[in-house]
């Protein structure tokens, strides 16, 4: 599939964009304001207790209502990064990302999809168990209020009211075009942005999103071994304005 550096005009960039955030049918199970991030390193500090990964085995049962602004941090294999996250933005999504972070769900989960110029997308868990019990936990759509931008944080989508657990982020403004096709931003990245623009895309769109559902992290540690990942994320404390 073609880099979005090689597209010519702005509809062929958002017609790839929306392939590469859909899944395809053969790739059972599915997949699923203007901000400009400038570099800075993250610094906040976690203070949130160790979750208890039980609590994924239900999803029904992981439905709190998320603050009006909190912060996610994300230590990973290239560094801290923090995403900033407004309920008022998108509150369905807002409200499953926070039960995902809080209970641990995105530890040591692959960023299985870095398209450089366009957007680092991860949410498959590395326990194939896990995705099986989530991949059918969707939620409703947000109407799009923000813009996708670059450092803004949406779900991958593969259809109308199929969020579940998979998130991107924005690399370039010119994902702006993702916004009259669905996908409603619910946060932003405000520290670390230089360290998801390190993350590896070499691989670009090839690891299987239905191998790596079915397989978890066996798949893709072995077949692309320089995947970055997530080490811990954590809810922290949003820092006072």
């Known amino acids: 599939m073609l880099l979005f550096a090689a597209m010519k005009t702005i509809t062929a960039i958002t017609a790839t964009m929306m392939m590469m955030l859909t899944a395809s049918a053969a790739e059972k199970p599915k997949t699923s304001k203007t901000t400009t991030t400038t570099k800075k390193t993250a610094t906040t500090t976690t203070t949130a207790k160790k979750p208890d990964p039980k609590k994924l085995l239900d999803p029904s049962k992981l439905t709190a209502k998320a603050p009006a602004i909190f912060n996610a941090r994300f230590e ?28 641990g769900y995105y530890d040591d989960v692959r960023f299985f999809r870095v398209i450089p110029g366009f957007m680092a997308q991860f949410g498959i868990n590395g326990n194939p168990e896990l995705n099986r019990i989530w991949r059918e936990a969707n939620v ?9 931008t670059r450092g803004m944080v949406s779900y991958a989508m593969a259809g109308p009211h199929t969020r579940t657990t998979q998130v991107f982020i924005n690399f370039a403004d010119r994902n702006a075009g993702l916004d009259p096709q669905g996908f409603a931003p619910f946060g ?10 390190a993350l590896y895309g070499g691989y670009g769109d090839t690891p299987n ?31 006072k304005k």
């Open 76 to 103: 990973t294999s290239k560094g801290p990064f923090v995403i900033e996250v407004h309920r008022d933005w998108a509150p369905i999504g807002a409200d499953r990302f926070y039960n995902l972070v809080s209970n």
């Open 140 to 148: 409703v759509d947000d109407p799009v209020k923000g813009s996708n």
């Open 188 to 197: 932003k990245v405000i520290e670390g942005m230089d360290v998801v623009d």
């Open 209 to 239: 999103q239905g191998r790596a559902q079915q397989e978890g992290n066996q798949y893709l540690q072995a077949s692309f071994p320089q995947l970055d990942y997530i080490k811990t994320a954590r809810i922290v404390p949003a820092a």
